[in-house]
């Protein structure tokens, strides 16, 4: 399953962020592959793209975040996915 997920946080958090980004590089656990991590130029928001056949692991390693960071989480079809729904 592939996972697009939205961040944010608030400036009063800007800093607690950047030190823990800093320390652990916002690795995913096992059984999460992080596609890819784009971050907005103006700070404080941005968005990945995960895959996982573990939804718990995904919901795992967001949570460990969420004391700073808000998330929406959607899974996502690839072309081929939403080829076989809409066939």
Do not use: C
């Amino acid at each position: 399953m592939i996972f697009h997920t939205a961040y944010s946080y608030s400036t009063e958090n800007r800093d607690k962020v950047h030190q823990r980004f800093k320390e652990t590089r916002g690795a995913p656990p096992p059984g999460v592959t992080m596609v890819g991590r784009w971050h907005a130029a103006d700070g404080n928001r941005g968005f990945l793209i995960a895959e996982s056949e573990d939804a718990a692991a995904t919901a795992t390693w967001l949570h460990g975040w969420t004391d700073l960071v808000s998330f929406e989480v959607t899974p996502v079809l690839d072309d081929e996915g939403f080829s076989e729904i809409i066939a």
